[in-house]
Protein backbone atom coordinates (compact mmCIF):
# COMPACT_ATOMS: atom_id res chain seq x y z
CA UNK A 1 0.00 0.00 0.00
CA UNK A 2 1.73 2.95 -1.23
CA UNK A 3 1.86 6.23 1.25
CA UNK A 4 1.17 9.70 0.19
CA UNK A 5 2.84 11.04 -2.70
CA UNK A 6 3.78 14.31 -3.68
CA UNK A 7 4.91 15.87 -6.94
CA UNK A 8 7.07 17.68 -7.84
CA UNK A 9 9.30 17.18 -4.88
CA UNK A 10 11.18 20.15 -5.61
CA UNK A 11 10.00 22.91 -7.85
CA UNK A 12 11.66 26.55 -8.99
CA UNK A 13 9.91 29.33 -10.66
CA UNK A 14 10.29 32.90 -11.40
CA UNK A 15 8.11 35.51 -10.17
CA UNK A 16 4.54 35.47 -12.21
CA UNK A 17 4.64 32.06 -13.14
CA UNK A 18 2.25 29.59 -12.00
CA UNK A 19 3.32 26.80 -9.57
CA UNK A 20 0.59 23.59 -9.72
CA UNK A 21 1.42 20.98 -6.46
CA UNK A 22 -0.11 17.49 -6.77
CA UNK A 23 -1.15 15.07 -3.83
CA UNK A 24 -2.09 11.33 -3.99
CA UNK A 25 -3.70 10.21 -1.20
CA UNK A 26 -3.43 6.92 0.35
CA UNK A 27 -5.47 4.34 -1.30
CA UNK A 28 -8.67 4.33 0.61
CA UNK A 29 -8.45 8.13 1.79
CA UNK A 30 -10.85 10.71 1.01
CA UNK A 31 -9.89 13.56 3.18
CA UNK A 32 -6.69 15.51 2.25
CA UNK A 33 -5.31 18.54 3.94
CA UNK A 34 -2.56 20.97 3.31
CA UNK A 35 0.28 22.50 5.36
CA UNK A 36 2.64 24.88 4.35
CA UNK A 37 5.90 25.31 6.06
CA UNK A 38 7.97 28.45 5.70
CA UNK A 39 11.58 28.69 6.09
CA UNK A 40 12.60 28.48 10.12
CA UNK A 41 8.83 28.67 10.78
CA UNK A 42 6.03 25.87 12.02
CA UNK A 43 3.70 24.00 9.96
CA UNK A 44 0.82 26.03 9.11
CA UNK A 45 -2.94 24.77 8.01
CA UNK A 46 -4.01 25.69 4.68
CA UNK A 47 -7.21 23.98 3.50
CA UNK A 48 -8.71 20.30 4.09
CA UNK A 49 -10.81 18.56 1.45
CA UNK A 50 -12.88 15.76 0.83
CA UNK A 51 -13.55 14.14 -3.13
CA UNK A 52 -15.39 17.60 -5.27
CA UNK A 53 -15.62 19.17 -2.11
CA UNK A 54 -13.55 21.81 -0.16
CA UNK A 55 -14.67 21.08 3.58
CA UNK A 56 -12.33 24.31 5.46
CA UNK A 57 -10.51 27.06 3.64
CA UNK A 58 -9.53 29.02 6.41
CA UNK A 59 -5.95 28.65 6.20
CA UNK A 60 -5.38 29.63 2.69
CA UNK A 61 -4.61 33.27 1.53
CA UNK A 62 -7.53 34.89 -0.10
CA UNK A 63 -5.99 35.72 -3.34
CA UNK A 64 -3.58 33.41 -5.61
CA UNK A 65 -4.02 30.45 -4.27
CA UNK A 66 -6.55 27.39 -4.85
CA UNK A 67 -7.23 24.08 -4.33
CA UNK A 68 -8.88 21.14 -5.47
CA UNK A 69 -9.94 17.61 -5.28
CA UNK A 70 -11.42 15.98 -8.01
CA UNK A 71 -13.46 13.11 -8.19
CA UNK A 72 -10.75 11.29 -9.88
CA UNK A 73 -7.11 12.04 -9.81
CA UNK A 74 -4.82 13.61 -7.53
CA UNK A 75 -5.51 16.50 -5.35
CA UNK A 76 -3.84 20.17 -6.43
CA UNK A 77 -2.90 23.13 -5.25
CA UNK A 78 -2.29 26.01 -7.36
CA UNK A 79 -0.39 28.97 -7.06
CA UNK A 80 -1.38 31.69 -8.89
CA UNK A 81 1.52 34.51 -10.06
CA UNK A 82 3.95 33.27 -7.75
CA UNK A 83 5.99 35.52 -5.27
CA UNK A 84 9.20 35.19 -2.99
CA UNK A 85 7.35 34.78 -0.73
CA UNK A 86 5.58 31.24 -1.64
CA UNK A 87 8.71 29.76 -1.63
CA UNK A 88 7.95 27.16 1.34
CA UNK A 89 7.60 23.62 2.11
CA UNK A 90 4.09 22.30 0.98
CA UNK A 91 2.58 19.21 2.72
CA UNK A 92 -0.37 17.00 1.90
CA UNK A 93 -2.25 14.77 4.16
CA UNK A 94 -4.61 12.08 3.91
CA UNK A 95 -6.86 10.52 6.38
CA UNK A 96 -9.69 7.99 5.96
CA UNK A 97 -12.15 9.86 7.87
CA UNK A 98 -11.95 13.11 9.69
CA UNK A 99 -9.37 14.62 11.52
CA UNK A 100 -9.90 12.58 14.59
CA UNK A 101 -8.11 9.69 12.45
CA UNK A 102 -4.24 9.79 11.77
CA UNK A 103 -3.14 12.06 9.63
CA UNK A 104 -0.80 10.65 7.13
CA UNK A 105 1.97 13.07 5.61
CA UNK A 106 3.67 12.55 2.18
CA UNK A 107 7.51 13.64 1.39
CA UNK A 108 6.20 17.32 0.77
CA UNK A 109 7.02 19.65 -2.54
CA UNK A 110 9.57 22.71 -1.71
CA UNK A 111 9.18 25.40 -3.49
CA UNK A 112 11.31 27.97 -4.75
CA UNK A 113 10.35 31.24 -5.99
CA UNK A 114 12.95 33.13 -8.07
CA UNK B 1 -8.60 28.61 18.06
CA UNK B 2 -6.31 25.74 19.80
CA UNK B 3 -3.15 27.70 20.93
CA UNK B 4 -0.24 24.60 21.03
CA UNK B 5 2.72 24.96 22.97
CA UNK B 6 5.74 22.75 23.47
CA UNK B 7 8.89 22.95 25.05
CA UNK B 8 11.88 22.96 25.26
CA UNK B 9 12.39 24.09 22.19
CA UNK B 10 15.48 22.81 21.51
CA UNK B 11 17.07 19.62 23.53
CA UNK B 12 20.46 18.23 23.60
CA UNK B 13 21.27 14.98 25.19
CA UNK B 14 23.99 12.26 25.50
CA UNK B 15 23.00 8.67 23.58
CA UNK B 16 21.15 6.77 26.26
CA UNK B 17 19.43 9.62 27.74
CA UNK B 18 15.82 9.25 28.84
CA UNK B 19 14.13 12.51 26.77
CA UNK B 20 10.40 14.13 27.67
CA UNK B 21 9.33 16.46 25.55
CA UNK B 22 6.07 18.28 26.52
CA UNK B 23 2.92 19.97 24.62
CA UNK B 24 -0.57 21.83 26.37
CA UNK B 25 -2.91 22.92 24.48
CA UNK B 26 -5.78 25.42 25.02
CA UNK B 27 -8.76 24.24 23.84
CA UNK B 28 -10.17 20.78 24.75
CA UNK B 29 -9.59 17.97 22.25
CA UNK B 30 -10.21 14.67 20.84
CA UNK B 31 -7.14 13.65 19.52
CA UNK B 32 -3.56 14.67 19.46
CA UNK B 33 -1.24 13.79 17.30
CA UNK B 34 2.92 13.60 17.33
CA UNK B 35 4.65 14.35 14.14
CA UNK B 36 8.62 13.73 13.41
CA UNK B 37 10.55 15.88 10.93
CA UNK B 38 13.47 14.52 9.88
CA UNK B 39 16.36 16.67 9.00
CA UNK B 40 15.44 16.28 5.29
CA UNK B 41 12.20 17.73 6.04
CA UNK B 42 10.02 14.39 5.66
CA UNK B 43 7.41 14.12 8.36
CA UNK B 44 6.35 10.97 9.82
CA UNK B 45 3.46 10.24 11.97
CA UNK B 46 4.23 8.58 15.32
CA UNK B 47 1.29 8.87 17.86
CA UNK B 48 -2.31 10.28 17.71
CA UNK B 49 -3.80 9.64 20.91
CA UNK B 50 -7.03 10.35 22.76
CA UNK B 51 -6.50 9.38 26.28
CA UNK B 52 -3.83 7.38 28.35
CA UNK B 53 -0.84 6.45 27.24
CA UNK B 54 0.88 4.84 23.96
CA UNK B 55 3.64 2.94 23.35
CA UNK B 56 5.89 2.19 20.00
CA UNK B 57 9.21 0.51 20.23
CA UNK B 58 11.36 3.42 22.11
CA UNK B 59 8.63 5.68 22.11
CA UNK B 60 6.08 6.24 24.38
CA UNK B 61 3.00 9.31 24.38
CA UNK B 62 1.06 10.11 27.31
CA UNK B 63 -2.13 12.99 27.53
CA UNK B 64 -3.77 13.98 30.37
CA UNK B 65 -7.26 15.53 28.75
CA UNK B 66 -8.48 17.19 32.11
CA UNK B 67 -4.87 18.94 32.07
CA UNK B 68 -4.51 19.42 27.76
CA UNK B 69 -1.19 18.17 28.36
CA UNK B 70 0.93 15.21 26.78
CA UNK B 71 4.46 14.20 26.60
CA UNK B 72 6.36 12.31 24.34
CA UNK B 73 8.90 10.65 25.77
CA UNK B 74 12.26 8.67 24.36
CA UNK B 75 13.52 5.80 25.97
CA UNK B 76 17.61 4.88 25.53
CA UNK B 77 18.12 7.83 22.78
CA UNK B 78 20.43 6.89 20.20
CA UNK B 79 21.52 9.67 17.25
CA UNK B 80 19.31 8.44 14.59
CA UNK B 81 16.39 9.83 17.08
CA UNK B 82 17.69 13.72 16.17
CA UNK B 83 14.94 15.46 14.56
CA UNK B 84 12.44 17.72 15.32
CA UNK B 85 9.08 16.80 17.24
CA UNK B 86 5.77 18.43 16.83
CA UNK B 87 2.62 18.18 18.47
CA UNK B 88 -0.55 19.21 16.67
CA UNK B 89 -4.29 19.35 17.58
CA UNK B 90 -7.55 20.04 15.79
CA UNK B 91 -8.25 23.94 16.59
CA UNK B 92 -11.79 23.48 17.77
CA UNK B 93 -14.85 25.83 17.05
CA UNK B 94 -15.59 23.21 13.93
CA UNK B 95 -12.80 23.88 11.31
CA UNK B 96 -10.81 20.59 11.07
CA UNK B 97 -6.94 21.32 9.88
CA UNK B 98 -4.24 20.53 12.89
CA UNK B 99 -2.92 23.70 14.70
CA UNK B 100 1.02 22.67 15.04
CA UNK B 101 3.33 23.36 18.16
CA UNK B 102 6.50 25.28 17.10
CA UNK B 103 8.40 21.82 17.54
CA UNK B 104 11.35 20.54 19.75
CA UNK B 105 14.92 20.53 17.98
CA UNK B 106 16.05 17.44 19.48
CA UNK B 107 19.80 16.45 19.01
CA UNK B 108 21.00 13.12 20.67
CA UNK B 109 25.13 12.88 20.82
CA UNK B 110 26.79 9.80 20.52
Known amino acids: NAGVMQNPRHLVRRRGQEARLRCSPM?????VYWYRQLPEEGLKFMVYLQKENIIDESGMPKERFSAEFPKEGPSILRIQQVVRGDSAAYFCASSPSQFTDTQYFGPGTRLTVL | KNEVEQSPQNLTAQEGEFITINCSYS?????LHWLQQHPGGGIVSLFM???GKKKHGRLIATINIQEKHSSLHITASHPRDSAVYIC????????????FGKGTHLIIQP
Open chain 1, 27 to 31: KGHSH
Open chain 2, 88 to 99: AAPPGGGADGLT
Open chain 2, 49 to 51: LSS
Open chain 2, 27 to 31: VGISA
